[in-house]
């Protein structure tokens, strides 16, 4: 099975600084990994994905860095802005799984006027 | 405007009395999905499908049942609810086939069974 754990259940993150969040999965056949976001009464929003044949893959103010030696997936946003403010999922996909995706608990982004 | 939308958002229902949650999408996405979300659980998948008439079990799929007669439709149905059923539930879609991660998200419906 597969098992996605985040190391801090909230992070804190002056404006205009760079938020790092961090995600641990368990199962190292897991072959493609996608970060959502989700604010405040709505449904999770698409932000980026990257498959295992790639350690890094930018977007707009996002980059996601895969390191499948240890089993670690992160997000960096850059320049942090206020609508930033939301709870952020990674979620995985263990290649002989299908379509099945497995999210890992949430990490909550405070930013900080 | 490219959505999914759910009906209802807010439900507060009795044990045993049978609901449906409907879900639909005017994108014209081959793969839909139901989702359950709990404090400190993340989302779970409770039911998933591939394109009509194709559904397979996501992890938590006792007391959920799904149909997928239209592309556009993906209803969730508990014939028998139960209070551990209280949840915030979230139907998604994607493209299908190698884009099954890239989830678009109904607004949620928060389902409570007293």
Known sequence: GESVGLHLPTLSVQEGDNSIINCAYSNSASDYFIWYKQESGKGPQFIIDIRSNMDKRQGQRVTVLLNKTVKHLSLQIAATQPGDSAVYFCAVRPKAAGNKLTFGGGTRVLVKP | ?114
């Open chain 2, 1 to 114: 405007e490219a959505q999914v939308t759910q009906n209802p958002r807010y439900l507060i229902t009795v044990t045993g009395k049978k609901l449906t949650v409907t879900c639909s999408q005017n994108m014209n996405h081959e793969y839909m999905s139901w989702y359950r979300q709990d404090p400190g659980l993340g989302l779970r998948q409770i039911y998933y499908s591939m394109n009509v008439e194709v559904t397979d079990k996501g992890d938590v799929p006792e007391g959920y049942k799904v149909s997928r007669k239209e592309k556009r439709n993906f209803p969730l149905i508990l014939e028998s609810p139960s209070p551990n059923q209280t949840s915030l539930y979230f139907c998604a879609s994607s493209l299908g086939t190698g884009r099954t991660g890239e989830l678009f998200f109904g607004e949620g419906s928060r389902l409570t069974v007293l």
